[in-house]
């Protein structure tokens, strides 16, 4: 792991996506991060050792999400479904489906498999899949707040990730090159995960903290952030978190960093400050995390 120094930054940004807002001062303690995400190999592990059954393999009961039709509430979760010809990018329905059985041993489904990718982000995990692994490891999910500054790598508030490519040290990221969702052209030798650590580490030595998968983190979702200045936040509280999502999806957890999908023509999260809701018990082949532990 990575430790990072305690220090005061300016988090988030008013130059991107509104819920990136506003830029406030935030203070962060010492705090030591994963250098890469999860692999896969780490994850099977944990499940060897403990049984543990994610909310993929187990499904979801009507209570977790009244109203659902039952088909939906099956053991299973979302995978992404490339289509052959260019779609309208105002429905994720023309490139996202609902699999069933597909899982961590099985991110695109059944008939998939994780052979041969030991050291991949481990996906089809969801937030509380991600805690239960980070308790068992002896570490817990970041924040929000230390994995932006862990992202940043040193390079303070003008830490961007606008261009994945540099024309001197090459690809920067793994994330989608082509005509977004139907063409990838895979020029950064990826379509699909890639292991950890296959592009340059950031300032403090860590991995990956854009493109390859978003990553999840312990804060609530609300589409904003406070305007005023913090110590060490832990984000909105569950019940705030509710009032800004679906009453059957209840509240959403924090995502950061974009992912192999983030295209510049279309999604551009591929970027320190950048954000986004997941539902806490459901998983994607494109979202994995990364383990964190205070400083003794």
């Known amino acids: 792991m990575i430790q990072i120094e ?10 991107h996506y509104r819920e990136e807002g506003p830029i406030r ?13 999860v692999t896969n190999a780490e994850f099977g592990a944990f499940v060897d050792a403990t049984g543990y059954v994610t909310t993929a393999e187990r499904g979801l009961t009507q209570e977790e999400r009244p109203g659902w039709p039952p088909e939906l509430l099956e053991p299973g979760s979302m995978v992404f479904a490339q289509p052959a010809e260019p779609v309208d990018l105002d429905n994720p329905n023309k490139w996202w489906r609902w699999v069933a059985g597909a899982n961590w041993r099985a991110p695109e489904g059944p008939g998939s498999t994780i052979d041969g990718r030991d050291n991949h982000p481990v996906v089809q995990v969801s937030p509380e899949d991600a805690e239960a692994y980070a308790i068992w490891a002896g570490g817990r999910l970041p924040t929000e707040a230390e994995w932006e500054l862990a992202a940043r790598g040193g390079l303070g508030d003008g830490a961007t990730w606008d261009e994945p490519y540099d024309p001197v040290s090459g690809w920067k990221a793994n994330t989608w090159q082509g005509e977004f969702p139907s063409t990838d052209m895979a020029a950064d030798g990826h379509h699909g995960t890639s292991p950890v650590a296959s592009f340059l580490p950031n300032g403090y030595g860590i991995h990956d903290m854009v493109g390859n998968v978003w990553e999840h983190v312990s804060d609530w979702w609300v589409p904003t952030h406070p305007n005023v200045s ?11 978190a509710a009032r800004f999502s679906h009453p059957e999806i209840g509240a959403q957890r924090v995502v950061k960093g974009g992912s192999w999908l983030c295209a510049p023509a279309f999604c551009m999260r591929y970027r320190p400050t950048a954000r986004q809701p997941f539902e806490r018990g459901l998983g994607s082949n494109h979202t994995g995390f990364r383990l964190a532990k205070n400083a003794q």
Not at 230 to 240: K, M, R, Y
């Open 6 to 15: 305690g220090q005061t930054f300016n988090m988030g940004s008013q130059s």
């Open 25 to 37: 001062p935030v203070t962060v303690s010492t705090f030591f991060i994963g250098k890469t995400e």
């Open 230 to 240: 913090e110590t060490d936040p832990h984000g909105p509280s569950e019940a705030l």
